[in-house]
């Protein structure tokens, strides 16, 4: 009975200790795939399959890396094999690697079956609509798109793709577009794409607003808008009051006691001025942008924190008046950072 015993546990200790060296082996992958070294990596992975046939880190990692570079068909081969060895392991990221590399070997209609099918599997997954939103966008898909974008930002409310989507594509809706980046500089203000986001609210808070000479100002709203707002019209997101507000606090931007205000300073009357008309609409409208992101941005002012958040969304600018205020402000943006990091998503 004892030699039984010993033969029985020696494989299964040899077993474990070859999976163990082989994600020791995808884990050396991971490393050179992060430093670009894409076909060294692959050979790790390689290594990991022959110390454990079909391991699932190897072929999860192995199909990223080949989907890296750019050898789509074999990646889509390795994500075949890892879906039929392991169909009751998690395998979310096979079906995230497998759409995007049927979307860039240019067969979108394949990619979103498959992306479909990982939804029904993991519809918590957040990432799987956003990349199938990416996938109906360059098929001109907007709607639809916008739908998929707006369901991954409720799932994971800190990613920051799914926000500069949402921002990116209402642009024609100033004001969605401006809470959708501001929301994204909340929780991405150093990158290039937050400089980005950055400039299109800037540009959005001054649209229609000019100095025609010292003495005139002139402002342009879109009659469709006046026509909404003097209706108190209701409807799906609905922020026709919302944006001729801001139009008149921009044009306050050429008044005398503004003028020595930074550019800083101007914004945080803008916020004040949508937040609190965000908080008298907030009952009578409706629509996803009003009952996800108005809240938001509706407590933000209640918590006393729109100038924290003002300057931590201007960061980007490197100006001298906000660097300042971050040195000598750090409470007040950590407070910020608090709240915003423990608020409860509507």
Known sequence: MRKFLLLTIIPILSFSQDRDAAERK????????????????????DEALKLDKNNLLALSEKAMTLEASKKYDEAIDICKLAIATHPKEDIKTI?????????????????????????????????LYFNKGITLVNEK????????FQKSVTLNPNHAGSLNALAALNRDKRIIS????????????KTSRAQG??????????????QTDEKNI???????TVEDAGKNKKGMNNFSTVDMVLSMTAALDFDEKNRNKTQCEKAIDKFESIFAVLKEGQNDNKGFY???????????????????????????????DVKKYHQDNAK???????????????
């Open 26 to 45: 995808v884990t050396d992958g991971v490393t050179l795939h992060d430093e670009g070294k894409f076909s060294e990596a692959l050979d790790k992975y």
């Open 95 to 127: 079906y995230l690697t497998y759409g995007n590399s049927l979307d860039h070997a240019q067969k979108p209609k394949d990619a979103i079956k498959i992306y479909d099918e990982g939804i029904k599997k993991y519809p918590e997954y957040y990432q």
């Open 141 to 148: 898909q907007i709607e639809k798109s916008l739908e998929l």
């Open 178 to 189: 401006i809470l959708a980046s501001l929301r994204y500089l909340a929780v991405d203000n």
């Open 197 to 210: 986001n950055l400039n299109s609210v800037i540009d959005l808070m001054k649209l229609g607003v000019s």
């Open 218 to 224: 002139t402002l342009t709203i879109d009659p469709k």
């Open 290 to 320: 009003w009952e996800f992101l108005a809240p938001y941005f509706i407590e933000m002012k209640e918590q006393k924190l729109t100038e924290p958040f003002t300057y931590i969304a201007f960061l980007p600018s490197q100006t001298e």
């Open 332 to 346: 007040e943006i950590q407070r910020f950072y608090d709240w915003s990091k423990n608020y409860v998503w509507k």
